[in-house]
């Protein structure tokens, strides 16, 4: 099994630009979760889809950050203008059915720097 | 659980000691599960441990174990025989509404050869 599969592992960018966030949750998952993490604020959930249907964003923080899941195997966050506070390690993960206690199991994550 | 607190940024011990992490948190909610997630070096999290509200019996894999107390609101990790792949952050964290995962602040563990 591949696990959650995250592109690009690193990116580095510079202010203004626009940035894409990749993600491939474990086949068969039917929910994906975009997390930031950083050292101020710790670990964050931005967004889940269930189904590919977006359920919370109350977690993105502006409307520079969007998300889309246009199938059950991707899954794209982005980030347009970028701005140098977010720069972070941004985790995308997959659980299966749904259901409150399922174990979520996170990418190897997305560590963004915007200069 | 909506908030979910670390109180111990760092700990350090030496190999095959015993050492215990703590978790305390808050919920309104009569059912929830509480995690301890694992973040070694290479920045990956991995889920080290679960424990259901309702259940009683403390849950235990391996090396790890919890001790949950529910009126108190606390959820400490156990990890005994400490192996130097334990080193890493350890985040507890507790599911808030059906799905949301609400982290702790890490504590940073060291154990020493």
């Known amino acids: 099994d591949a696990g959650v599969i995250q592109s690009p592992r690193h990116e580095v960018t510079e202010m203004g630009q626009e940035v894409t966030l990749r993600c491939k949750p474990i086949?068969?998952?039917?929910?994906l979760f975009w997390y930031r993490q950083t050292m101020m604020r710790g670990l964050e959930l931005l967004i889940y889809?269930?189904?590919?249907?977006?359920?919370?964003d109350s977690g993105m923080p502006e409307d520079r950050f969007s998300a889309k899941m246009p199938n059950a195997s991707f899954s794209t966050l982005k980030i347009q203008p970028s701005e140098p506070r977010d720069s972070a390690v941004y985790f995308c993960?997959?659980?299966?059915?749904?259901?409150?206690?399922?174990?979520?199991?996170f990418g190897p994550g997305t560590r963004l720097t915007v200069l | 659980a909506q908030t979910v607190t670390q109180s111990q940024p760092e700990m350090s011990v030496q190999e095959a000691e015993t050492v215990t992490l703590s978790c305390t948190y808050d919920t309104s909610e009569n059912n929830y599960y509480l995690f301890w997630y694992k973040q070694p070096p290479s920045r990956q999290m991995i889920l080290v441990i679960r424990?259901?509200?309702?259940?009683?019996q403390n849950a235990t894999e391996n090396r790890f174990s919890v001790n949950f107390q529910k009126a108190a609101k606390s959820f400490s990790l156990k990890i005994s025989d400490s192996q130097l792949g334990d080193t890493a952050m350890y985040f507890c964290a507790g599911i808030q509404g059906a799905q949301k995962l609400v982290f702790g602040q890490g504590t940073r563990l060291t154990i020493n050869p």
């Open positions: 424990q259901e509200a309702y259940k009683q």
């Open positions: 993960a997959s659980s299966s059915q749904g259901l409150a206690g399922n174990e979520q199991f």
């Open positions: 889809f269930n189904n590919n249907v977006p359920i919370d």
């Open positions: 086949s068969g998952h039917n929910s």
